[in-house]
């Protein structure tokens, strides 16, 4: 799969453009993402782990992108995307790559099937052995049973209302007394497991609708079977925020809902479907322009993850620990006198998201601290950073959270958690109604002498103990009084509507960030005119925005190199002649999700060095980041972190040979040659401590190998 379909079919929509397609960009990510699927240096459950994560991302594209895109062609929207393409054009040249992909998707899944059945993991068998039918016979009668409900499909009964993700069955059935047809559905309850294991030594799974079909005759006694068709629903789930809501928390709580309905994008059929059956759906449903998809595997591939978790260690990657900074060790655990030596930042997954943690409980215990303010966009459902606001409100500490309703799929948990906050008594703001608060900031302000100083937390990553095991972020703790001076104008800005004004170290979008960075990239290019080092180095997960991407094409004909690693998306066409031909773009899927947002430029000086300017942020370079998100773009200046950040972080991301992919003119995107001395980041930042977070180790001669520009050197 080393050639992307996606990015291919957007060659062919964008080859004289200035721009790639931003849907089709990322339909070539997820093919990268299933790419690793097939990645034989993987365990077979890790590959699985990817199969499964590429069926979870398509679901939200469709549930979102594809699903703004047929709402644009209902309201008779004529805006076009960057590349020229209207929403109809896009909706189809989706429509073409989403047939390679999907049909990429179960091919893999074969494969994978044989190789897990030779490890001793498989699923059931058309024909089972009499002990395990038995088995399946009583499971279905103690455990399905009682929580499906069939219904008939005539004009007795209504249609019954299919969730979003909902998944049933329809079964073609003849009366046994009066051989009248009868048509039955069977919706498949969320909270049933996707697949069953079957006990045993060897793993036996079998999924919820093969256990329902194979058991029919429990269910429809007196009736003959003639046919079952297996289906999948997904509907739009975008929630669209008015702009004349007075009330966001009551508004969330009905578009909730309103998502659960929302108008079909997707109808996935399985097997042999019956051709009555399908029409009926097809009516039923309200398919209006939305995409049916009819496959002889399988349907849902996120629920695969089931498989993924069987306890079997062999077949996966070895279990990673994370270190505990020996900065703060040093200091017994003591994090704020750790942060008054000196800034530190914290590499996640690398080193534990328990710093974080630990910030805020000690926050919530010290007796000299005053205040504690808090931004959170995603916190997860078991969120110890809850816990720790929670417990320094009762504390009696002045407590504000700045919780984000707006943040996809989590809205839901979100309103929990800010229902439990404010009955602890801290003050919840839910920020603005236009813009969401994706800037990720804590403002901790303690009594110290005969005054008080400023603690400030600056991430590129949410505020979530489970993704920070897995994604690639960085925690930036600083005392720096001009930091928390700029912090406390943010949630100024955030709660009381307060414009900050001129800020120090902080820019903050939609007021000044895009200005920041354009000024620096045009320091740039003054600095190529001028024949001095001018270089620029980017880490993002995606890159879309037009005037940004004109920006960097600007730096390059002037003669500014621009290095950038964009996980995701990106409609910058690099490597074009009188365009873009000093522009590289790679891409990194690995075992962790690569997520931090970092930015650098020479400034006169070949990078890496230390005259460089070195920021990290919590926005992409994205048109909504820059102007309908309340983001940060934070300064480095410490030495010693920004000598970590530019150097070693940076600096890995762009070495790495052995999960990369470069992005051809023509769109299409192909594994990097590992070359002699293939270099693996997360393998080297696994094996080798960070450079902020050592404190004395850092002169006791164990010297962390230094990373240089030669192509897999460390």
Not at 406 to 426: H, Y
Not at 453 to 468: D, E, L, Q, S
Not at 587 to 611: D, Q, T, V, Y
Not at 646 to 669: C, H, K
Request: hydrophobic share 45%.
């Amino acid at each position: 799969m080393e050639e992307q379909g996606a990015a291919e079919q957007q060659s062919k929509q964008t080859s004289s453009g200035r721009y790639f397609n931003r849907e089709l960009s990322w339909l070539a990510f997820n093919q990268r993402v299933l790419a690793e699927a097939e990645n034989p240096d993987y365990p077979l459950l890790e590959r699985l782990r990817f199969l499964s994560i590429s069926g979870s991302n398509l679901d939200e594209f469709m549930m979102v992108r594809v699903a703004g895109l047929a709402g644009q062609i209902r309201r008779q929207i004529d805006e076009v995307s960057v590349d020229g393409m209207t929403a109809s054009q896009q909706l189809a040249a989706i429509r073409e790559a989403l047939k390679d992909l999907e049909a990429q998707q179960q091919a893999i899944w074969l494969d994978l099937q044989a190789l897990l059945a030779g490890v001793g993991i498989s699923l059931a068998a058309s024909k089972l052995a009499a002990v395990q039918t038995s088995w399946l016979k009583d499971y279905f009668l103690e455990h399905i049973l009682p929580v499906i409900t069939p219904q008939a499909i005539d004009p007795a009964h209504p249609f019954p209302f299919i969730s979003n993700q909902g998944m049933g069955i329809l079964f073609s059935l003849v009366r046994n007394a009066d051989n009248a047809p009868v048509m039955e559905m069977v919706l498949i309850p969320a909270a049933l497991p996707r697949f069953v294991r079957l006990p045993g030594e060897k793993a036996v799974f079998i999924s919820v609708e093969d256990l329902i079909c194979r058991n029919a005759a429990l269910l429809f006694p007196g009736f003959e079977l003639l046919g079952t068709g297996v289906f999948r629903v997904l509907r739009d789930s975008d929630i669209e925020v008015e702009e004349d809501a007075e009330d966001l928390v009551r508004y969330y709580r009905t578009a909730i809902q309103r998502r659960r309905r929302g108008m079909v994008i997707q109808l996935q059929l399985q097997g042999d479907f019956d051709p009555t059956a399908e029409k009926l759906l097809r009516d039923q449903l309200g398919m209006d322009r939305a995409i049916v998809n009819k496959t002889a595997g399988l349907v849902g591939f996120s629920g695969l993850s089931v498989i993924v978790d069987e306890g079997r260690p062999d077949l996966k990657f070895e279990p990673y620990s994370p270190r505990y900074p020996e900065r703060v060790l040093e200091h017994d655990g003591d994090c704020f006198t750790a942060i008054r030596e000196k800034d530190l930042v914290i590499h996640h997954p690398y080193e534990s998201f328990e710093v974080v943690v630990d910030f805020l409980r000690q926050a919530a215990q010290d007796p000299d601290v005053v205040a504690i303010k808090q931004t959170l966009y995603r916190a997860g459902k078991q969120s110890a950073v809850i816990a720790a606001l929670i417990a320094a409100a009762e504390a009696g500490k002045s407590v504000t959270a700045v919780v984000e309703l707006k943040a996809r799929f989590d809205e839901e948990q979100n309103l929990l958690w800010a229902s439990q906050l404010e009955r602890a008594g801290v003050q919840v703001i839910y920020g603005f109604v236009d813009w969401k608060t994706h800037a990720k900031v804590s403002m901790v302000v303690r009594r110290e002498g005969d005054g008080y100083r400023t603690y400030c937390h600056f991430g590129t990553g949410n505020y979530h103990p489970v993704t920070a095991r897995t994604y690639t972020d960085l925690s930036f703790f600083t005392a720096d009084p001009e930091y928390g001076r700029d912090a406390g104008k943010l949630f100024n800005f955030i709660t009381g509507y307060v414009e900050p004004g001129e800020t120090e170290l902080l820019s903050i979008s939609p007021i000044g960030l895009r200005a920041k960075l354009y000024a620096c990239i045009d320091h740039e290019i003054a600095n190529a005119a001028s024949g001095r080092p001018a270089a620029i180095w980017g880490k993002l997960n995606s890159l879309t925005d037009p005037a940004l991407i004109d920006r960097l094409y600007a730096a390059s004909a002037a003669g500014v190199e621009v290095r950038l690693a964009v996980r995701g998306i990106c409609c910058l066409r690099p490597g074009v002649e009188d365009l873009s031909e000093n522009i590289m773009v790679k891409s990194i899927i690995g075992r962790f999700l690569e997520h931090s947002r970092i930015w650098a430029f020479a400034n006169g000086a070949a990078l890496p060095s230390a005259r460089a300017k070195v920021f990290i942020s919590s926005a992409d370079g994205m048109s909504r980041n820059f102007d309908r998100r309340v983001e940060l773009l934070v300064a480095i200046r410490n030495r010693t972190v920004h000598d970590q950040v530019l150097s070693q972080v940076l600096l890995a991301n762009l070495l790495d040979t052995e999960q990369s992919w470069l992005l051809e003119p023509d769109g299409t995107y192909h594994r990097m040659d590992k070359g002699d001395n293939p270099f693996n980041l997360h393998r080297y930042f696994m094996t080798n401590p960070s450079l902020s977070g050592r404190g004395a180790a850092l002169s006791s001669g164990r010297e962390v190998p230094k990373l240089t520009l030669r192509r897999g050197g460390a």
